[in-house]
């Protein structure tokens, strides 16, 4: 008895170990063994996917549609919409949008729930019936087959043991051993017929599992369609669900903007005007001169040209965010912002500094820091000539039409106190900027330093427009917008002088203007005067003007009129006190400018030849 138990024993360790006894093996062909390794994955594989899925589900498992559609969470949240929905006015955008969102997200949970059901039944319950019935009835059968032969093994080894005990017996003779002799033949015959049985069964036994293991070869390519039909019921799904999104959408939209009660987002499209580049732009648009740059230059010709502290003043965050908007909805309404020329001073800033790249160009960064670096004014002036010949076309344009305003801008700054050194500080850097590197601290100082070189490029530009542009300038190159009010709202012209526009006609002849100053280091930076000189008129670059425009003396006079008497005592007391709080202001710069710049020239002139 202990023999077989540890035969036994020594048997299962076998089969625990190897996957299958030694007797079974020599049933098996290569290829059935493979298969027969293959069972125990599979099921594993089968139960544990199953099992993932199963949790994957949002409704009830085995619940009809209606109960399953209840329990879903995109059904709750259709359900809150609905209620919401109750509270709103039923004309309102907000509620419209709501109900139709509630509608939306009702069709989406009956799509998951009709989806969840198909993968129960075409996914979840196959792989079920895979892990659960059929592949542990091929392994039942495995365990009954290595049993009978282990049991068929120990009756064979248990008849040869008793014909041998028989065999020695019949040796002896007849005698008293006779009778034991008798019972061991009938043990023999018993046992043979005990391992004929046996024998059968594992007959059987054996026909039938590799019956299932055939079976089961066989049909390997139906149970990897389980996981390809997975995949294409959520693919059906995904597509069935967009379908419905994309179409809500549309209804939605459509229904949006048919409530929306702004006639100005009906009457254009919305156009890409700040933070694309300027050539994407102009090419969109079909414009020579970017929207912006030439509706806030108009605008600013009508009415903000003595504005004082222009491009310095903010302007609101709000009326400077709607200004913006409107610029890229529907330019034919900017006329209410005219009245605010610190806010179309802002928008005209910020689509300047929103640039991808700066009007000026990364690629010509190095060349304008290189012509700023000339002591000599005739050279720099030449270099400068040079680099704005290399500008692109569509920079080129853009660039002198906005230096060509600034010009006319900088003529005003006895009013506006817009000198062409603070129009430089304030615009200078959102025209040319360094590309971005990373880089350590002395490459920092240097960016640093480069922006108080920027500020003497641009001053030198709109002090030597006419030099570096030359020709007049139309402002109204469009025809968009409508013309600005008389002249004097710009300058003390008559009324009946209009903007600056292209000559159509021959003009009359008229005297020859005054050449312009040359370009000195006085001129560039004309704040290096003592506080004791009355600072004089800087040399402005005039805007070339029609005959029309032509001032007469007798007209200069009259505009000077209105400052003699006793009320023009108290109105000069008063422009004093102006002009005077503005130096106090720009002082601290005045400094920092001076300090920086002699900085700068006296390690350049420490560098290496």
Known sequence: MMKRQLHRMRQLAQTGSLGRTPETAEFLGEDLQQVEQRLEPAKRAAHNVHKRLQACLQGQSGADMDKRVKKLPLMALSTTMAESFKELDPDSSMGKALEMSCAIQNQLARILAEFEMTLERDVLQPLSRLSEEELPAILKHKKSLQKLVSDWNTLKSRLTQAAKNSGSGQGLGSGPGSYSHTATATKVETLKEEEEELKRKVEQCKDEYLADLYHFATKEDTYANYFIHLMEIQADYHRKSLSSLDTALAELRENHSQADPSPSMMAAPFFRVYGVSLGTHLQELGRDIALPIEACVRMLLSEG?????????????????????????????????????????????????????????????????????????????????????????????????????????????????????????????????????????????????????????????????????????????????????????????????????????????????????????????????????????????????????????????????????????????????????????????????????????????????
């Open 305 to 609: 040209m003595k504005e004082e502290g222009l491009f310095r003043l903010a302007a609101g965050a709000s009326v400077l965010k709607r200004l913006k908007q409107t610029m890229a909805s529907d330019p034919n309404s900017l006329q209410e912002f005219c009245s605010d020329p610190h806010a179309v001073a802002g928008a005209l800033k910020s689509y300047l500094r929103e640039l991808p790249e700066p009007l000026m160009t990364f690629d010509l960064y190095d060349d304008w820091m290189r012509a700023a670096s000339l002591k000599e004014p005739g050279a720099r002036l030449e270099a400068l000539q040079e680099v704005c010949s290399r500008l692109p076309s569509e920079s080129l344009n853009n660039l002198r039409y906005l230096m060509k305003f600034l010009a006319r801008l900088a003529e005003e700054q006895e009013v506006n106190k817009m000198t062409p050194s603070n129009i430089a500080i304030v615009l200078g850097p959102n025209l040319l900027w360094p590309p971005e590197k990373e880089g350590d601290q002395a490459q920092l100082d240097a960016a640093s330093v480069s922006s108080i070189q920027v500020v003497g490029v641009v001053e030198a530009l709109i002090q030597n427009a006419d030099t570096l542009f030359p020709g007049d300038i139309n402002f109204n190159v469009s025809s968009l917008f409508s013309a600005p009010g008389p002249q004097d709202k710009v300058s003390n012209r008559p009324a009946a002088e209009e903007l600056p526009t292209m000559v159509a006609a021959a003009p009359a002849p008229v005297p020859a203007p005054t050449p312009a100053p040359a370009l000195t280091p006085a001129s560039l930076a004309p704040k290096e005067r003592t506080e004791s000189e009355a600072p004089p008129r800087p040399a402005s670059p005039k805007v070339s003007r029609t005959p029309s425009e032509a001032a007469t003396p007798a007209e200069d006079m009259a505009r000077r009129t209105p400052w003699q008497g006793p009320r023009g005592a108290t109105r000069r007391q008063e422009g004093l006190a102006c002009t005077y709080g503005t130096v106090i202001f720009l002082l601290p710069t005045y400094c920092f400018v001076r300090l920086v710049n002699k900085l700068f020239w006296t390690k350049l002139e420490q560098l290496p030849k």
